[in-house]
């Protein structure tokens, strides 16, 4: 697609996708981590990271590489206005915007 760096647009026919299950799923949830923030969707729908996780999807039949997939297509396909809408605030106030959100952990 026109919006994909070129990079990824003029592959040349023999380049192999990675044999590794285990490095295309930490590449997977190297890309679900970036699905944290807002921006960060926003640009992988831009750029539509979509089209090569859906290929990937299709071309590999390992289970935890096709799980990783879902999961990361569940989040970029999900209207952020329905995720908005979930993230109400107990008292009906208002949006929560999880990106302005601060959490203690301890």
Do not use: W
Request: proline share 3%.
């Amino acid at each position: 697609s026109e919006k994909m760096p070129a990079e990824l647009q003029l592959l040349p026919p023999d380049k192999a996708r990675e044999n590794d299950n285990e490095i295309l799923v930490t590449h997977l949830e190297t890309l679900l981590l970036l699905t944290t923030s807002k921006q960060g969707r926003e640009v992988m729908r831009e750029v539509q990271v979509y089209a090569l996780v859906r290929e990937c999807h299709q071309m590999v039949e390992d289970e935890e590489v096709r799980e990783a997939c879902d999961r990361l297509v569940q989040i970029l396909m999900r209207d952020e206005v329905d995720a908005e809408v979930k993230e109400k605030d107990g008292n009906g106030e208002g949006m929560v915007d999880e990106d302005e959100t601060v959490e203690e952990i301890f």
